[in-house]
């Protein structure tokens, strides 16, 4: 599975943005897909993921319901729109696709929100 990341650039705080990560490969639709940030001198951190089967969907605690994840199976893709961003929400964002022990991942896009 190859990944590629999109959607990020500048937005005001308050703002919306939405970030897609596109699939090749036909075993897609068995991969739980999910979401990483990783900000200027921190660690990456957990931000969403979808389960491949029923699609369940699981964030992190800092999301309060401000980012939303979907998956469209037919067309490979994992999107995440983010809204009411926070300058705390500046970061590198990675798609990562995983099944087992086997994990891959996208290359980053670059989220900025100003204040």
């Known amino acids: 599975v190859q990944l590629q990341a999109s959607g990020g650039g500048l937005v005001q705080a308050g703002g919306s943005r939405r970030l897609s990560c596109s699939a090749s490969g036909r075993a897609f639709i068995n991969y739980t897909v999910a979401w990483f940030r990783q900000a200027p001198g921190k660690e990456r951190e957990f931000v969403s993921a979808v389960k491949y089967g029923v699609g369940t969907t699981y964030y992190g605690d800092f999301v309060k319901g401000r980012f939303t994840i979907s998956r469209n199976n037919a067309r490979k893709t994992v999107s995440l729109q983010m809204n009411s961003l926070e300058p705390d929400d500046t970061a590198v964002y990675y798609c990562?696709?995983?099944?087992?022990?086997?994990?891959?991942w996208g290359q980053g896009t670059q989220v900025t929100v100003s204040s």
């Open positions: 990562n696709a995983k099944r087992g022990l086997t994990a891959y």
